[in-house]
Structure formats: C-alpha cells, structure tokens
C-alpha cells in the first residue's frame, strides 16, 4: 500500500526493480515479525482526532473514543503506538515518554508486560508498520482520490518511522524508501 501509492502514483517514481524486491522482502518481514507477536484487542485507529472529551465533562470522566469499527486483534502495542506516534498531533518527547511509562505500569499491573527489550523493539516495529501505512494513506488520498489534505502528514509520519527504523537496524531497504522520500517534494497546496 505504502510502495503502491507514495512511489507509483504519488510521486510517478516507481521503485527500481532490484531495490523492489529487497523492498518486498524486508515489508513481508516486518510483517511477519508483528504477526507473531501475542493479540489483543485494538481499536485500530486510536488517535487524536478519534478521541472526543465531552462538552463541559471533567477530562478524566468525560473521554469518548469514536470511529471503532475496524476493531481487531493486533499485538499490543498497536493502538499506543497511533496515539503516541500521531501524525496529526505532535506531542513533546517528555508526554510521549510519560504515556509510554503510563501503558509499561498498567502492563505490569495485569502481567502482560513483555519485558524492556521485547517492548522495545515491538513499539519500533509497529512505528513503522504505522507510519507507513499511514504515509501510503496519505498519498492514496491524494493520487487516487484528488485530496491533499492528508499531505502534511507526511513529514511527521516519516519523522517517526526514520528513528525507529534505524534503531532496529534490519532493514535498509525500508530505511532508503523512508530516506527518499523524505528528499522528495510532494505538492501540499
């Protein structure tokens, strides 16, 4: 989805042919190592625009989570990942760590902590399986559709997705797409 819309139709530049099948390779390997991990329920688009506090309602009591019908079992760190990663919403470092110590102490609490390094390594997975999916959104919009709203959101979803992306240090081929796209120009106006 992401080589898809972003390489072919939203920049007209698709992948050279050798590059593609290393691409292929190392995205069914991502997926593959997202797909093994332990399910839970996820809302599946957890983020801010989908997270409504009630008029006059007190922000602890008065949270409404809309938009939940592609609810499904993914690996835990899914929905935290959407909201912590958000392209729409830039959050500071300090509120991201402070949400990822919150999800680490509830995990612990009913025992579905993995450990540090496990976690680690799933939420940079998921980072960027999020942030690409979203970036092949974004430009599906806009390609396919006439909308380029979505565009703006580019930048900060490949601002995620790059650091995670050289913290696991296996796949060079996502690392170069993320690194040339964030070189090309895609028309936001």
């Known amino acids: 989805f992401f080589r898809v819309n ?4 939203a920049l007209g530049k698709p992948l050279d042919s050798n590059f593609e099948v290393e691409f292929r390779r190392e995205a069914r390997s991502l997926a593959d190592a997202l797909s093994g991990r332990p399910r839970v329920l996820c809302h ?8 409504i506090v009630r008029p006059g309602a007190n922000p602890t009591e008065g949270l409404v989570v809309i938009d ?3 609810a499904r079992m993914g690996p835990m760190t899914y929905d935290l990942v959407s909201l912590v990663e958000d392209p729409y919403v830039q959050l500071e ?8 110590a919150r999800f680490r102490e509830l995990s612990f609490a009913d025992g579905s902590w993995p450990g540090d390094a496990e976690f680690g390594e799933q939420y940079d997975l998921m980072t960027v399986q999020r942030m690409l999916k979203a970036v092949g959104t974004f430009t ?7 909308k380029r709203d979505y565009l703006p959101y580019i930048a900060p979803s490949l601002a995620s997705a790059a650091p995670a992306l050289e913290r696991l240090a296996s796949f060079p081929a996502l690392s170069e797409a993320v690194a040339q796209l964030s070189s090309a120009r895609l028309e936001t106006e």
């Open 6 to 9: 972003t390489f072919d139709r």
């Open 140 to 146: 599906n919009q806009a390609a396919v559709r006439g």
């Open 93 to 100: 470092n300090w509120l991201k760590q402070r949400l990822v």
């Open 44 to 51: 599946r688009d957890y983020h801010a625009r989908n997270l």
């Open 68 to 70: 939940f019908q592609d």
